[in-house]
């Protein structure tokens, strides 16, 4: 269980009530903002939104139900390797793998950090057998082939999924900026299908501090019709950056996410 040395413990109202082995939803931090193109400061994201989370966050939603029945743990955060992408990608990818192993059908909710983190999170449910489509919400189709010659940038997260998930199990929403390129290679990607996974890059949204932002997003009730029906396997809420102001938006998606 040697995943276990990459994380570090952080509390939620409710962690640890149940094992690892028990839960039915594991929450998971990745504080990484190695290739950010903006301004910097996802990093500090996971633990800020379980902040929020414990300041803001209700116990209890009519139509989903008490956050005190839902089974969850909070593994804690990946032990990011400063200054070193890829090795904390491939940590990333190492603790997503060790939690599958101890519990294959435990559900993901991770926190971010940048939009990079979620092709080792896709890649390591893949790797664990896992079948699903990817469904993105995003300002930027993040499709470039590399990013001043880093491809595993941000803004080239999802070239990399499509590369090992295939463009017919891909879809990506809320686009609103672009490079020709992408443009053209979106063309070519298909209709997610159930089940899903959700990745929710907060730039997608008007007037959440994002490290990119572009004007004109959407609502928050907007982006929640759009999946609040969705049979997902795993979620990511990424991008957003503490350092430019605060937002009671990722806490209340990670609500209603340990709700649903």
């Known amino acids: 269980m040697t995943w276990k040395f990459l994380t570090r413990q952080t509390s939620l109202i409710w962690e640890n009530i149940y094992e690892l082995d028990e839960a039915k939803l594991v929450v998971l931090g990745v504080p990484l903002d190695s290739s950010v193109t903006g301004l910097p400061g996802t990093r500090l994201g996971p633990d800020r939104i379980r902040e929020e989370f414990r300041l803001w966050a209700s116990g209890y939603h009519p139509e989903m139900g008490n956050l005190e029945d839902a089974r969850v743990y909070d593994v804690g955060n990946v ?23 101890e519990n294959p059908d435990v559900k993901l909710v991770v926190l971010g950090g940048e939009h990079s983190i979620t092709f080792p999170v896709v890649k390591a449910l893949m790797d664990s057998g896992k079948d699903f489509d990817y469904l993105c919400f995003d300002a930027h189709w993040d499709l470039l082939e590399n990013y001043m010659g880093l491809k595993e940038s941000h803004a080239s997260v999802n070239r990399r999924i499509m590369e ?51 004007p004109g997003g959407w609502s928050f009730e907007k982006l929640w019709n759009e999946i609040k029906d969705r049979n997902w396997v795993a979620v990511d809420i990424v991008e957003y950056n503490p350092m430019l102001g605060t937002s009671p938006v990722p806490s209340e998606l990670l609500r209603r996410f340990l709700l649903i």
């Open 79 to 101: 032990e990011i390797v400063p200054g070193d992408m890829r090795a904390s990608l491939e940590r990333t990818y190492q603790v997503v793998k060790g939690i599958l192993e």
């Open 164 to 214: 090992i998930l295939g463009k017919e199990k891909m879809e990506i929403k809320g686009v609103r900026i672009s490079e020709k390129e992408e443009w053209e290679l979106s063309n070519e990607l298909g209709r997610a299908k159930d089940p899903v996974y959700l990745s929710i890059d907060l730039d997608v949204l008007e007037g959440v501090p994002v490290g990119t932002p572009v």
